[in-house]
Each structure stands twice: as structure tokens, then as C-alpha cells.
């Protein structure tokens, strides 16, 4: 039997059940099934997976026949045959994170921040203390630059309230990684940053939630803090950084705020393909409606694919041994502008499903790695000044589910879509649990939910 397993380069994410005798099922990242393949199909399917068993001309046939009608799923499971019939242990978990090569890593610097936003997935806040110490930090990025991560962000809560958030970047950019992004509200983007992120090709992504000074400082809930934002903005560009804006809208009364901040900052000159629009998650303070992402009716609007965050298209009911899978589109669509990070309201976190190089990681502002800056429960391991970023990912504190833990992932899926938006996360969520003495202590000290089953409402 082959271990469940992620089906790389599809969006939103796939994944893949073996459940013996009923087959190979084909699952959405809602648990939703897609295809299955019986019988001598099955069998052709798993060999070409790297399970070994007899061949059978007539099996292989069949199982051609029907990927002829999905050459999605065709490339994916060539893709994942290349990786082999999964590795056992730590190994097979670290192959689910890594999902065909390290893309994008998130670095929170700090939990503080100078605005107190509604939706804040950090819950940043003036009073948060946790912070990476400057040793932690540059062993994070090389660490990042010797794994071969595509992207890193610099974040936080306010990345700009690091006092080493320059050379930080120009360390990283020094170390080889092709992109370095600083994701900051930018109340705080003094000439001298300016000046500096200019130099070593760092870019920019900025949050901006309106245009209506009133109404963005009221998500902010920092008198003032539109203003500095669109001045920096335009310091910025004139300064030729690559800048980024997210746009994200906190609640739904928030929409039309959100899709004029988004025109807003086409006005002040970032490329429109630049600007991210999205709603908020079930993470930190934030709440995760079920609402789709709301359509930007302006002609110079970015295309706004299915992506995440919004109803995933239902494929046609599955049949036996069919696979035909909807054509979807992904919102990553085109890459950002040189030294920019894929545009999404968060920083392409949600995106990485659609990528041959879907791997991505989050360090937070505690020390704590985990899969995603939304899945922020399942801890793979802790960085400190000697490094850790490598074995927390190489050999991560977590394993991928087995058993009947496996043939519950239908399940696991659906829950995991409760807390979390994004396809690519809740596929994680569902296929990794934590072990090792990190789960066990976590175990002993705050129970089951630290446990890093997803619960309703964190993530
Ligand atoms: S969303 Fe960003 S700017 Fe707002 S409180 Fe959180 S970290 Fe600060």
C-alpha cells in the first residue's frame, strides 16, 4: 500500500489515497473525491508510483486510456512516480513539505508591531515582546539560501521594527536567494531604508486596506497611519523599488474599501499585476467567513483566478477509472515584477499549491518553524543561534498520517477547510501530525489541540 501522498503541480492541491481494494482515490484539498482508479488500473497506477507487483500490459493500457482524458493528473502522477513510492518516517513528511522544491519562506522578526489590525493573523500587537535575536535571524537565512528557498519575506508583526531588518535582506540577496521581499505596513519606511532595499534589490509589499484615510485607519486602529503608508508608497517607487501591495478585506463590509485601496494603489503607479486582493483567514484575530475573494471590477484588475479563499469548481462526479479534472487556473498567474515575490494579498503564501516548487515554511517570531504563516500549529522543529531551519524541514518534528489515520482524510480535509483557506495548508494539516518529544511535550503541557489537530478558528 503507498502511503497518502501530495500530487505535486496541481492547484489547488491534490491528493492522493490508497485505500487497497477500493482502489487509488483522488482527493481535492476539501476531501472532496475527484477520481478513482480499481482493479488492474490501480495496480498500473501504484507501479508507476514506484510499488513494485507484476506488470500488466492490459492495466497499463487502461490506466493510459483514461489519464488521456487528464493530462493534469497524467503529469502529476509522472511527477510523483520521479520522487519514488514515498520514503518511510521523516522523510515521507519531509517530502510532503518540501513538495518538489523549498519556494517560499516567511521569517517573522517580530510578534510587535505599531498598529493593532482587526484580521491580523499574527495578533500583533505594541505589547508583544517575542522576537528573533540577530544570531537566530542570519542563521535563518542562510540556512534558507543553502536550502534553496526561491523567496523569502521578512515579516512580522512591523518587519521595519527590527533594528537589523537591512542588513538582514542584504545578507540574504549576498547569500544567493533570487528574492527578498520586506512585508511591512511601512508607517516606518524612512529615506535611509529607501535607500538601502534600492541598492541590494530588495522589494517591497505593503499593506493598505482603503482609501479613505478614515476607513484603513480603522482596521489599523492607528490614527494616521494612511497617510504614512501611501507616502511611503510613492517614496518608494520613486525610488524604483519593486513594490507589492496586499489588499486584504477584514470583513465583508470592508469590500468596497478594500477594492478601492486596490485602485489607489494602481493610481500611486504599482504595476496592476502587483496589487493582491483577498480576505482575511481563520487565523490570529482573523475570521474566515467562506467568503470568496470579491471581484475587482476595475479593467486594469490582475485576472483573478479561482485561487483560494473562494468555492473550488466541482470536477465531474467521479466515475471508476475516470479522471477527468477540471481545468483550473491558478491566482499566481504571472510572475512579479523583477525581485518581487508572486502577487497574492499574502505574498503568494496561498499560491505555492500551483507551483512545480511548492515548498514553503514559516519561522515565527517564538522560534517555531511551521508549514505556513496560516498553519501555525504543527510545529516541525525550533531555530535558535546555531541554526535549526534545516533539521526542522530535513527532519521535521512531524509525520504523514497512516492507517486508519489515512483513510480518514477525507475527513481531515474537510476539518482542516473549517480553519484554513488555502488548499495547499489544509492539504499539510490533513497529511502530517506532529511526534517526536516536541509533540510530547506540547502533549503534556497544553493537551490535545497543541497537539496540531486543527481546531475551528486557529490555525
Ligand atoms: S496585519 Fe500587519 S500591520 Fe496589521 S497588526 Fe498585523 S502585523 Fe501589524
Known amino acids: 500500500m503507498l502511503a497518502p501522498r501530495w500530487l505535486p503541480g496541481e492547484f489547488p492541491a491534490r491528493v492522493l489515497l490508497d485505500q487497497e481494494d477500493a482502489g487509488l482515490a483522488v482527493l481535492d484539498d476539501l476531501g472532496r473525491e475527484l477520481a478513482r482508479f480499481t482493479g488492474p488500473v490501480a495496480a498500473a497506477a501504484r507501479r508507476r508510483l514506484g510499488a513494485t507487483g507484476p506488470a500488466d500490459p492490459a492495466g497499463e493500457r487502461l490506466l493510459d486510456r483514461a489519464l488521456a482524458h487528464a493530462p493534469g493528473l497524467a503529469r502529476a502522477l509522472t511527477a510523483a512516480g520521479a520522487e519514488g513510492a514515498g520514503t518511510e518516517g521523516a522523510g515521507a513528511a519531509a517530502q510532503a513539505l518540501r513538495r518538489g522544491g523549498w519556494r517560499q519562506l516567511f521569517v517573522e522578526l517580530t510578534a510587535r508591531c505599531n498598529e493593532r489590525c482587526a484580521h491580523c493573523y499574527v495578533a500583533a500587537a505594541p505589547e508583544r515582546t517575542e522576537a528573533l535575536d540577530r544570531a537566530t535571524a542570519e542563521a535563518v537565512v542562510d540556512d534558507a539560501a543553502a536550502l534553496g528557498f526561491e523567496v523569502v519575506q521578512l515579516t512580522g508583526g512591523e518587519a521595519l521594527l527590527c533594528p537589523f531588518v537591512g542588513d538582514l535582506a542584504a545578507r540574504a540577496r549576498a547569500a544567493g536567494v533570487p528574492v527578498v521581499e520586506v512585508y511591512t505596513n511601512a508607517t516606518l519606511l524612512d529615506d535611509g531604508l529607501v535607500a538601502r532595499f534600492a541598492r541590494d534589490r530588495v522589494a517591497l509589499a505593503v499593506s493598505l486596506y482603503a482609501a479613505e484615510p478614515a476607513a484603513h485607519d480603522r482596521v489599523t486602529r492607528l490614527p494616521g497611519s494612511h497617510a504614512r503608508t501611501v507616502d511611503a508608497v510613492r517614496r518608494a517607487l520613486a525610488a524604483g523599488l519593486s513594490v507589492r501591495v496586499g489588499v486584504v478585506a477584514a470583513r465583508p463590509e470592508d469590500e468596497p474599501h478594500a477594492l478601492a485601496a486596490a485602485a489607489l494603489a494602481r493610481d500611486l503607479g504599482v504595476p496592476p499585476e502587483s496589487v493582491g486582493l483577498d480576505v482575511a483567514r481563520a487565523v490570529g484575530r482573523g475570521r474566515f467567513a467562506g467568503r470568496a475573494v470579491p471581484a475587482d471590477p476595475d479593467p486594469r ?41 508572486r502577487t497574492g494579498a499574502h505574498g503568494g503564501a496561498c499560491d505555492a499549491g500551483a507551483a512545480e516548487r511548492g515548498g514553503k515554511a514559516a519561522v515565527l517570531a517564538d522560534g517555531r518553524v511551521v508549514p505556513c504563516i496560516f498553519s501555525r500549529a504543527l510545529t516541525l522543529g525550533r531555530v535558535g543561534p546555531d541554526g535549526g531551519l534545516r533539521a526542522a524541514l530535513e527532519r521535521p518534528a512531524v509525520r504523514l498520517v497512516e492507517g486508519d489515520e489515512a483513510q480518514g482524510l477525507a475527513g481531515a480535509l474537510a476539518r482542516a477547510n473549517a480553519a484554513l483557506a488555502c488548499g495547499s495548508c489544509r492539504v499539510t494539516g490533513a497529511l502530517l501530525r506532529p511526534c517526536g518529544a516536541e509533540a510530547a511535550a506540547a502533549l503534556a503541557r497544553d493537551g490535545p489541540r497543541a497537539a496540531g489537530a486543527p481546531a475551528r478558528g486557529d490555525a
Open 301 to 341: 484588475a490582475r485576472p483573478r483566478g479561482p485561487g483560494h479563499a473562494s468555492p473550488v469548481r466541482l470536477g465531474p462526479a467521479p466515475g471508476r477509472n475516470t479522471a477527468a479534472l477540471p481545468p483550473v487556473e491558478t491566482s499566481a498567474g504571472a510572475e512579479g515584477p523583477a525581485g518581487g515575490a
